[in-house]
């Protein structure tokens, strides 16, 4: 590859791998948001997809994951969700709760569990 | 009921929503997450700087981490376009849904051009839980001092992440890459206080990993289209019958 090229060639991919097929989706958002007011049908019924979307890759990402969490076993991974879950509702839904047990659960199985 | 906060200029709703961020979980959330993402643009060989530039024209963990990793196995161009594109489809319903709360009878498109390229899962949900509490004309400087915040969080720690990289424990970067899944599961549940919003929730949970091994393809987008009209119209049939 001709040296220039090499040189910005991260940013190239940045511009079109990276924001433009990212960014498309927010500029749709908003030209299709720029005649609905907030009480209406669409707009409640897009919240229900987005909350439905973001579910499909919260168990995307625990159940089928990559790169070093994919190296903690999955009944590991599944099981530090619920603790985390569990310390969320019991310790007055607090979500930061939730969080550092979730994740202390995954740090210790992945210790017990990895040679 | 939605916590309220009168705010004098926009200045202030700006403030507002710098100290709103600073208290939210997702503060130290993004800077797990981005300690992480510094890691992995470390290990595949780009700069900080291009990592900082990323961070801010794409502002999407996902997106970036499929990018990084895009880059650094040398994939298809066309292959990684539609892999970040498919990631992104949820800040179409978010941009949907939040928008309109942002505009007033004198809003102007170009004063939503930034909401909008700020839309993303953390800003979404503080967003959706204080925004009903707030002036309209004051709503958009609050998003804006919220996001702002997250995001240099996220450039920040981006740095940090990235010379921490060579000492990170596997066990350490798996947990920072656990931290996405898991901040979004329990704040999305934090913030479900309509029954929709948790018939969304888990409708999604139990979908994706069916659709998956029903070998669907397109898999997150059916999970939002089939999950979210489900909880919809879930939600209107109850409506229409009390």
Same mark, same amino acid.
């Given at each position: ?7 910005? /060639?991260?940013?190239?991919?940045l511009?079109?791998v990276?924001?433009l097929?990212?960014?498309v /989706? ?9 005649g ?13 997809v ?5 579910? %499909?890759?919260?168990a995307?990402?625990?159940l089928?994951?990559s ?10 991974r ?8 569990? %310390?969320?509702?019991l310790?007055?839904r607090?979500a930061?709760a939730?969080?550092?047990? %979730? ?6 199985? %992945?210790?017990l569990t990895t040679? | ?5 009168t ?11 710098v100290r ?7 503060f130290p959330?993004?800077? $797990?997450?981005y ?7 470390h290990?595949f ?34 292959e990684? *376009? ?18 309109p709360?942002?505009? $007033?009878?004198?809003?102007?498109v170009r004063? =939503?051009?930034l ?16 925004l ?16 702002v915040?997250?995001?240099s ?11 921490l990289?060579?000492? =990170?424990?596997t066990v350490?970067?798996?947990?920072l ?5 898991l901040?979004?599961?329990?704040s ?11 018939? *969304?929730?888990?409708l ?16 997150l987008m059916?999970?939002g289209?089939?999950g ?8 209107r049939?109850?409506?229409?019958t009390?």
């Amino acid at each position: 590859m001709n040296p220039v090229i090499a040189e910005f /060639w991260p940013y190239l991919m940045l511009v079109i791998v990276g924001y433009l097929p990212n960014e498309v /989706w927010r500029v749709l958002g908003l030209v299709l948001a720029r005649g609905l007011n907030e009480d209406s049908e669409i707009v409640m019924w897009s919240r229900a997809v987005a909350t439905a979307i973001l579910a %499909g890759v919260i168990a995307k990402l625990i159940l089928f994951s990559s790169g070093a969490l994919d190296t903690i076993p999955i009944w590991v991974r599944v099981a530090a969700t619920l603790c985390g879950f569990l %310390g969320f509702l019991l310790i007055k839904r607090s979500a930061l709760a939730g969080v550092v047990i %979730g994740l202390s659960t995954l740090v210790l199985g %992945g210790y017990l569990t990895t040679p | 009921m939605p916590v309220s906060a009168t705010y004098d200029s926009s200045s202030a709703a700006f403030l507002g929503g710098v100290r709103r961020a600073v208290r939210s979980v997702f503060f130290p959330v993004m800077m $797990g997450t981005y300690i992480g993402i510094g890691a992995l643009a470390h290990d595949f060989g780009l700069t900080p700087w291009w990592l900082a530039l990323s961070t801010i024209v794409v502002w999407a963990a996902p997106a970036q981490v499929i990018l990084i990793t895009a880059i650094g196995l040398g994939s298809s161009m066309i292959e990684a *376009a539609i892999a970040v594109s498919l990631s992104a489809i949820r800040l179409f319903p978010m941009a949907v849904s939040l928008l309109p709360l942002l505009r $007033g009878p004198g809003t102007r498109v170009r004063h =939503l051009l930034l909401p909008a390229h700020f839309t993303s899962v953390s800003m979404w949900m503080e967003s959706l839980r204080y925004l009903p509490g707030i002036a309209q004309e004051r709503r958009i400087a609050f998003c804006n001092g919220l996001s702002v915040t997250f995001m240099s969080t996220a450039v920040t720690f981006g740095f940090i992440g990235f010379y921490l990289a060579a000492g =990170l424990p596997t066990v350490f970067a798996a947990a920072l890459l656990f931290l996405t899944p898991l901040s979004f599961l329990i704040s999305t549940a934090s913030n479900a206080r309509m029954m929709m919003d948790r018939l *969304a929730l888990v409708l999604g949970l139990v979908l994706l990993p069916l659709l998956v091994y029903l070998d669907v393809g397109l898999d997150l987008m059916w999970t939002g289209i089939i999950g979210g009209t489900l909880a919809y119209a879930i939600h209107r049939l109850r409506e229409a019958t009390r």
